[in-house]
């Protein structure tokens, strides 16, 4: 069983357009991030969830829109693609936000490509 | 606030010989130190973590680091590697501050050769 799984795997678009990535982890985790990837592997997070609550929020564009229906889901809405979108984005989940020395496991990836 | 440096973007190394993958942190309070590994189109998987007590931590893989507190250094080193370690590493701190966010450095690209 995978723990963390995202869909999809790649993602291809144009500009403009909106998509959708959606994660699910079947750890009982109660903390779930997004975490940006660029070209050069640099790690970056942008957002962290804790049981559906939002609690972190890096100062990334509104056109980006998590949402979490319940625990085991965080997906990532992304309004007006731009090129510099372009990255491989991933979810990551850990056992609880303050047991900071948990540590976290991370999705696949979405390799999100706008053309 | 924590902050985290790899000090080498990429290290070669020919298969069985010693690596060391250095990294060092900032941190005005209590750290939690962790290496991560990113297999190619994989995502990132713990290889150790530091969080209290003696200060070499052993990994899965073979792998193991020190942490040092006087050099706030967390250096990780194989005695011998495989091709199969081929990957990037990262470096990561995460401590009581930030909202419990955890620090990812840039990254240690290293590429084992026959």
């Known amino acids: 069983d995978t723990a963390v799984s995202q869909t999809p795997k790649y993602l291809v678009t144009q500009m403009g357009n909106d998509k959708s990535i959606k994660c699910e982890q079947n750890l009982g985790h109660d903390t779930m991030y997004w975490y940006k990837q660029d070209s050069k592997k640099f790690l970056k997070i942008m957002f962290s969830y804790n049981n559906k609550e939002l609690i972190i929020n890096e100062t990334v564009p509104n056109r980006f829109s998590p949402k979490s229906p319940d625990k085991a889901h965080l997906n990532l809405h992304i309004n007006s693609l731009e090129l510099g979108d372009s990255a491989v984005y991933f979810c990551?989940?850990?056992?609880?936000?303050?047991?900071?020395?948990?540590?976290?496991?991370f999705g696949p990836g979405t390799r999100l490509t706008v053309l | 606030a924590q902050s985290v440096t790899q000090l080498d973007s990429q290290v070669p190394v020919f298969e069985e010989a010693p690596v060391e993958l250095r990294c060092n942190y900032s941190?005005?309070?209590?750290?939690?130190l962790f290496w991560y590994v990113q297999y190619p189109n994989q995502g990132l998987q713990l290889l150790l973590k530091y969080l209290s007590g003696s200060t070499l931590v052993k990994g899965i893989n073979g792998f193991e680091a020190e942490f040092n507190k006087s050099q706030t250094s967390f250096h990780l080193r194989k005695p011998s590697v495989h091709i199969s370690d081929t990957a990037e590493y990262f470096c990561?701190?995460?401590?009581?501050?930030?909202?419990?966010?955890?620090?990812f450095g840039a990254g240690t690209r290293l590429f084992v050769k026959a």
């Open positions: 941190s005005s309070v209590s750290v939690y």
């Open positions: 990551a989940s850990s056992l609880k936000l303050r047991a900071i020395t948990n540590e976290q496991f």
């Open positions: 990561a701190v995460s401590g009581n501050t930030g909202g419990f966010k955890t620090i």
